[in-house]
């Protein structure tokens, strides 16, 4: 076998090697939570109704609708029920309004957003520059 | 000319077909995102997931028929089994039919790129063991040598196809093990996999082009896949950045992405070498085609993916550009730049071998192609324009998704006006090759047993080893036999007709 060739696939090998080896030691051991059971059921409901053709979740997705990771602290419970149970019109639109669930979807979905709120991802997205300026000039 | 090349074609008028049919859908989601109260036939969600699983299966499918193309020219001899080569096309054909319209119909998964429930994602695995089965059986029984560059790199890039597709199979409970294994698709089989098949091709393709040496570009494929390999698949960490692990990640990913514009440089380095002005204006009209969309590959590999993409992986930059539009300028001019160019070059190169490009047709082909580049500019411009300014609204000054969407939406114009322009040119593209081919269409479409055509090609070569013959005395033993073979398949063929 010629030089070139054995490097190629010494490099193959070792590539797939080792980037299966950081993945299993990123999800071994307490890396990963367990995810309720509540949760599964809401992640269900986002998936079926393809709420990520318009909304990313860890900044992957569509860009119309915003990024969902953290929509748990901005809203909380009774702020997202009420929001999807009752959506309002869309940005841009005067008759669509957002995508409506019952109250048990809107309820698992809550679930699922409280469980990616405690996922932790290095704090993405970041705070905006201004807001964490003011806070600074408070203190 | 080999049957299995012949079974090759319909393969790439099924990747014209869906890239025709992309162009259209595309442009009726841009348009929905802009008005949303239009009553667009076809909403927004499932536009864009057609669009989306739709860009990732047809470039597959045009690199599959460039491989049954070019790997027996490379291998000079059959594919071990010809049925396979038309089993694999139904498949996968009824497959991506299946997701397609069942997605149309509002069915969805709801994961990105990867809708499929899992019968039909077991039947796209299949597929590429088929596949694989094919090329390796195929490369064990030839007589050239084993370590023939452009073989190589076809059979590991279609190794690593089934490798990184199996983990999506099933799915996860767990959001972060959902992407992890997402980006072994969206990431490994673009970045990589279809790196080292594009890189085979290409080579094989050049080399029957521009008569470059074989051993002139032998060394430099293997530079240019072995950094593919070495940089593509740790560089997924720069898809890992924020989904909640380890933040090695950060590092890896950071590292190995920026060593990823390498193999785009040793590749256009390589490609310009090999050609020389003169023998440009010598080229059949067929063939200047297919080198202006290789030549618009290399231009997007360079800007829209090296470039572009060494910026965004950057991780403190890319800790503010994640999730806007940028991304999405990112998508449009590396994975149609790059391989989409390069699968409607191949495709094109492959359709007109026996069937001859007129020349009012081939005017058209010009227009399409600089209508595609201009629409496809113009859509990353307005992209990146509107991703720059949500980085600004949303990251820096802190502003609401409602009115940001408000700021951006003349950008999103522009690219809905380059997406008009895309689609004019892929429309016009598709039209000429389905119109060319439509006379033979039924030829196209033919099974491997009643394959009878003679190809003026094998005579050809047929011509050129005879030549050779009398020139290397010494090789003069495995030419032979390579005469030998072709002469019964061109006996063959006799017989049949
Ligand atoms: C030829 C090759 C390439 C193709 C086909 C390609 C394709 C893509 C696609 C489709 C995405 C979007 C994924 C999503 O929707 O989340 C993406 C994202 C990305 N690509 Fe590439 N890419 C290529 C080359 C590169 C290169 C060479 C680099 C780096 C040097 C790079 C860096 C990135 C980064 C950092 C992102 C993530 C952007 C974000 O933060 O969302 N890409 N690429
Ligand atoms: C007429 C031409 C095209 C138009 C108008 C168009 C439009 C769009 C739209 C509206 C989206 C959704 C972005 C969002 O979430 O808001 C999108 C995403 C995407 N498109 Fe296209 N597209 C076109 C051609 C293509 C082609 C030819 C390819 C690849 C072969 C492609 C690959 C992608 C990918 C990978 C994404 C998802 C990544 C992302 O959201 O950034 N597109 N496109
Ligand atoms: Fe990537």
């Given at each position: 076998m010629q030089l070139p060739l054995k490097i190629f696939l010494a490099t193959v090998f070792l590539s797939i090697a080792l980037f299966f080896f950081v993945i299993y030691d990123s999800m071994a051991g307490n890396n990963l939570q367990n995810v309720p059971s509540e949760a599964v059921k809401g992640k269900m409901v986002f998936q079926k109704r393809a709420c990520i053709e318009c909304h990313t979740v860890f900044g992957n997705g569509g860009y119309y609708g915003g990024d969902l990771t953290k929509v748990y602290e901005k809203f909380g419970s009774n702020g997202l029920r009420a929001y999807l149970t009752q959506p309002p019109l869309l940005?841009?639109?005067?008759?669509k309004r957002h995508i409506y669930l019952s109250n048990e979807e809107a309820e698992e979905i809550t679930a699922y957003f409280r469980f990616l709120q405690s996922i932790p991802n290095m704090d993405w997205p970041p705070r905006p520059v201004y807001d964490k300026k003011e806070e600074a000039g408070v203190k | 000319m080999f049957r299995s090349q012949h079974l090759s074609y319909k393969y790439a008028l099924f990747a014209y077909f869906l890239f025709g049919l992309q162009g259209l859908v595309a442009s009726g989601g841009a348009i929905d995102l802009l008005f949303p109260d239009l009553g667009n036939p076809i909403p927004f969600v499932s536009g864009r997931a057609f669009h989306l699983n739709v860009s990732i299966y047809w470039p597959l499918i045009g690199m599959i028929g460039a491989m049954y193309f070019f790997f027996c020219q490379e291998a000079e001899r059959e594919f071990y089994s010809l049925k396979l080569i038309t089993i694999n096309f139904w498949i996968l054909a009824s497959t991506l039919g299946l997701i397609l319209g069942s997605l149309l119909l509002g069915f969805n998964e709801g994961r990105e790129y990867l809708e499929a429930i899992w019968p039909l994602k077991l039947a796209t695995a299949a597929c590429t063991i088929l596949l694989c089965f094919n090329l390796l059986t195929t490369y064990l029984a030839s007589?050239?040598?084993?370590?023939r560059a452009t073989l190589i790199s076809m059979v590991t890039g279609s190794v690593t196809l089934i490798i990184f597709y199996v983990p999506n199979i099933v799915s996860y409970a767990h959001p972060t093990v959902d992407e992890i294994a997402k980006f072994m698709v969206v990431h490994i089989w673009e970045e990589m996999s279809l790196e080292l098949i594009g890189t085979g091709v290409l080579a094989a393709l050049l080399i029957q082009v521009t008569?470059?040496?074989r051993q002139a570009v032998e060394t430099a494929i293997y530079l240019d896949i072995t950094f593919a390999i070495l940089a593509g698949i740790l560089a997924t960490g720069h898809h890992y950045y924020?989904?909640?692990?380890?933040?090695y990640w950060l590092w890896i990913g950071g590292t190995f992405s920026a060593m990823q514009v390498l193999p785009a440089i040793v590749l256009l380095y390589t490609t310009v070498k090999s050609m020389t002005f003169k023998e440009i204006f010598d080229l059949s009209n067929r063939d200047k085609i297919t080198l202006s969309l290789i030549g618009s590959s290399m231009f997007y590999h360079i800007f829209g993916a090296g470039f572009l993409g060494f910026l965004m992986a950057y991780p403190p930059l890319n800790r503010y550009v994640?999730?806007?539009?940028i991304t999405s300028a990112h998508s449009h001019l590396a994975l149609f730049g790059v391989f989409g160019f390069l699968v409607l070059a191949l495709c094109f190169h492959i359709l007109f071998t026996e069937i001859i490009l007129v020349k009012k047709m081939y005017r058209w082909c010009w227009g399409a192609i600089i209508s595609l580049n201009a629409g496809l500019l113009t859509m990353g411009i307005g992209l990146l324009i509107a991703g720059g300014l949500q980085v600004y609204f949303?990251?820096?000054?802190?502003?609401g998704i409602g009115e940001t969407n408000e700021f951006i939406r003349p950008y999103l114009f522009i690219r809905a006006f380059g997406g008009f322009l895309y689609a004019i040119g892929s429309l016009t593209l598709t039209f000429v090759v389905i119109k060319s081919i439509w006379p033979k269409i039924q030829v196209i479409f033919q099974s491997e047993g009643r394959l009878s055509v003679i190809n003026c090609d094998d005579l050809h070569r047929m011509h050129r080893l005879v030549g050779d013959l009398l020139q290397e005395e010494k090789k003069i033993e495995p030419l032979l036999k390579r005469i030998q073979v072709l002469y019964q398949s061109l006996l063959f063929f006799n017989k049949e007709k």
């Open positions: 940005s841009g639109a005067k008759k | 007589d050239m040598p084993r370590s008569k470059v040496k924020w989904i909640g692990v380890p933040s994640h999730g806007t539009y949303w990251r820096v000054i802190g502003l």
